[in-house]
C-alpha cells in the first residue's frame, strides 16, 4: 500500500504496473475526491476491489477538489483521504493528481479495467475511449443512491438552516 505524490513518481508507478501486466494480475483504476469517506465510496471501493488484483485510486488534490466543488472543499486534506482510501482495505495505491481530470494519469498506467460511478454515462467517463482502444474493459458501478458527500452535505446545511 503506498501513496504516490508527484508526478515525477509516475515512471516507476508505470513499471509497476508492467510487471503486474506482465505477471498475470489485473490493474483496476478508479478516481474521485473521496471527501468524507462514507458507505457509497465504501461500495464502490468494494466493486472497484472485485474487477481485479490491483486496484489503483486517482485522487484529487486539495487544489483539484477545491476547484471542482468550491471553497470549503475538501474537508479533509489529501494525505488523510489517501490514508482512509488505503485503510479502507480495498486500495492498494493512491496516486494524488492536480490536473482537471485523471486522463494523463490513466494513459501513462493504462489499467486493464477503468471503473466510474453511474451518475457518468460512457461516453462521459475520462479515459474510457484510451483504456477501449487499447483493449481493456471499462465498468459502471450502481451507485447507492443518497451518498455523495455534496448531497449529504446540503442536506446538513438545510437542517442547520431549519434550526436557526
Same mark, same amino acid.
Given at each position: 500500500m503506498k501513496i504516490v505524490r508527484h508526478t515525477s513518481e509516475w515512471p516507476s508507478l508505470v513499471k509497476e504496473v508492467e510487471t503486474l501486466r506482465t505477471s498475470g494480475k489485473t490493474t483496476v483504476f478508479t478516481n474521485g475526491c473521496f471527501d468524507g469517506? &462514507?458507505?457509497? &465510496?465504501?461500495?464502490?471501493? $468494494?466493486?472497484v476491489r472485485e474487477q481485479g488484483d490491483h486496484v489503483i485510486v486517482g485522487l484529487n488534490?486539495?487544489?483539484s477538489v477545491r476547484s471542482l466543488k468550491g471553497e470549503g472543499r475538501p474537508l479533509l486534506?489529501?494525505? $488523510?483521504? $489517501?490514508?482512509?482510501?488505503?485503510e479502507s482495505g480495498y486500495?492498494?495505491?493512491v496516486v494524488l493528481f492536480d490536473m482537471p481530470t485523471p486522463l494523463e494519469l490513466i494513459c501513462a498506467l493504462k489499467p486493464d479495467v477503468l471503473v466510474k460511478g453511474n451518475d457518468y454515462s460512457m461516453e462521459q467517463i475520462v479515459g474510457a475511449k484510451e483504456i477501449l482502444s487499447a483493449g481493456g474493459s471499462v465498468k459502471i458501478f450502481p451507485r447507492i443512491p443518497g451518498y455523495s458527500t455534496s448531497k449529504i452535505l446540503a442536506r446538513k446545511n438545510n437542517k442547520k438552516t431549519e434550526t436557526k
Amino acid at each position: 500500500m503506498k501513496i504516490v505524490r508527484h508526478t515525477s513518481e509516475w515512471p516507476s508507478l508505470v513499471k509497476e504496473v508492467e510487471t503486474l501486466r506482465t505477471s498475470g494480475k489485473t490493474t483496476v483504476f478508479t478516481n474521485g475526491c473521496f471527501d468524507g469517506l &462514507h458507505p457509497g &465510496h465504501l461500495a464502490l471501493l $468494494a466493486f472497484v476491489r472485485e474487477q481485479g488484483d490491483h486496484v489503483i485510486v486517482g485522487l484529487n488534490s486539495d487544489k483539484s477538489v477545491r476547484s471542482l466543488k468550491g471553497e470549503g472543499r475538501p474537508l479533509l486534506y489529501a494525505e $488523510a483521504r $489517501a490514508t482512509a482510501l488505503l485503510e479502507s482495505g480495498y486500495v492498494d495505491t493512491v496516486v494524488l493528481f492536480d490536473m482537471p481530470t485523471p486522463l494523463e494519469l490513466i494513459c501513462a498506467l493504462k489499467p486493464d479495467v477503468l471503473v466510474k460511478g453511474n451518475d457518468y454515462s460512457m461516453e462521459q467517463i475520462v479515459g474510457a475511449k484510451e483504456i477501449l482502444s487499447a483493449g481493456g474493459s471499462v465498468k459502471i458501478f450502481p451507485r447507492i443512491p443518497g451518498y455523495s458527500t455534496s448531497k449529504i452535505l446540503a442536506r446538513k446545511n438545510n437542517k442547520k438552516t431549519e434550526t436557526k
